[in-house]
C-alpha cells in the first residue's frame, strides 16, 4: 500500500484474523506464495490460539503461533512458507512467514541482524517506512506484503477490502482505532458519535501518467534505378560540291593533255562522344518534431457521499463550506 517503484506494496492490520483472509484472498487471485511474507509479534493476542499450547514459555511461543497459523483460515503452505518463529531482532517474540520468514532467517542477506526494518529496506522501502512498519509490528499489529509484478492495484484493494493501512493514510487508521476504543462501552451493536468527531468520504481519481513508446520507423534510404535516354544532338558535316559549266574552248597545248590527274579534297564531320557525369539532383532533410495529440482515456471512479439519517425529533444543522 505504499506507492513504491519496485512494485512492493505493505498492509498492516490491527486483527490477524483479518491478515489472514487477505491472505487468503491474495493466494485466490492467483498471488503466488513467493509474492506475499507476513511478520506478527506476541504482542497480538487475537491472532492465535497460544494459551492452548504456550504458558509464556519462550521456547514454545513460535510452535504456538505456527500451529494457529497453518490451521487459520485454510491458508496452509501460504503461512508456512518460509516460517520464522522465536525472538526477532528488535521485535522480540513473533512469527514471519512468506518473503519476510526468508529474509529474515537468512543470515547470508544480513537481514537477521538488521530486523524487519532492515529487510523492508532491502525490498526497496525507505528507511522511515520501514521504521514506522517496524514499529507496528512491535505493537501487536500484523504486517504483510506483497510483490506486485504489475498488479500492485489490485494488491491494494484487497489488502483494504480486509481492513489493512499503511503509511500514508496512518492518520485515518488511528482515528478509527480511537473512535472504536470510544464506542467499546456502549451497548452492543451500538456506535454513538460524541462531538466532534469526523466522518470523512473518500473519492477515486485519475491519476494519468505519460510514458513515450516506440510506434514506428521509417527509413530513408537510396535505390538506383536504370533510364534509357535518347538525345537528338546537331552535328556539323562538310561535303564536296562539284559544279561543271562549258570551257571557253581556248586552245591548249598538248601537253595539257595528261592521265591520272587528280585534286584531293579532305571531307570532315562532327563525331559525337557520350559521357556520363554524377551530377547531385536532391537534397533531403531528415528531422523529428513533436506534434500535440489528444487522447482519450475512460476509467470507471467510485466516491463516497455521506448520509446524514435521524430518528426522532433530532435538529440538524447542515453547514457547508
Known sequence: MATKTNETVVGVFNNSEDARKA?????????????????????DKVSHRETE?????????????????ATGAGLGALWGLGILSGL???IGPAIAGGTLGVLLSSAAAGAAAAGLAGALIG????????????????????????????????????????????ITNRDTAQA????????????????????GNTVQAHEERLRVEKAPVETGEVRVRKEVHTEHKTLDVPVTRE?????????SAKEVSAADLQAGQEVRIPVREEEVNVQKQTVATEEVSVGKKRVQDTKRVNETLRKEEIKVDKTGDAKIRDRRP
Open 88 to 90: 526477532l531482532p528488535g
Open 123 to 166: 525490498m526497496g522501502f525507505s528507511r522511515e517506512e520501514a521504521e514506522y512498519y517496524e514499529g507496528e509490528a512491535k505493537a501487536g499489529r500484523t504486517i504483510v506484503t506483497v510483490k506486485g509484478a504489475g498488479r500492485r492495484n489490485e494488491a491494494l484493494l484487497i489488502l483494504r477490502q480486509y481492513g489493512a493501512y499503511d
Open 53 to 69: 499450547e504456550d504458558d509464556d514459555d519462550d521456547s514454545h511461543t513460535g510452535e504456538g503461533a505456527l500451529a494457529g497459523a
Open 239 to 247: 561535303e564536296v560540291v562539284i559544279e561543271r559549266r562549258p570551257a
Open 23 to 43: 491472505m487468503q484472498a491474495l493466494r485466490n487471485a492467483g498471488f503466488a506464495t513467493d509474492q506475499v511474507g507476513m511478520i506478527q509479534s506476541k504482542g
Open 176 to 195: 478509527a482505532r480511537g473512535a472504536a476504543c470510544n464506542t467499546g462501552s456502549g451497548t452492543m451493536g451500538s456506535n454513538k458519535a460524541t462531538a
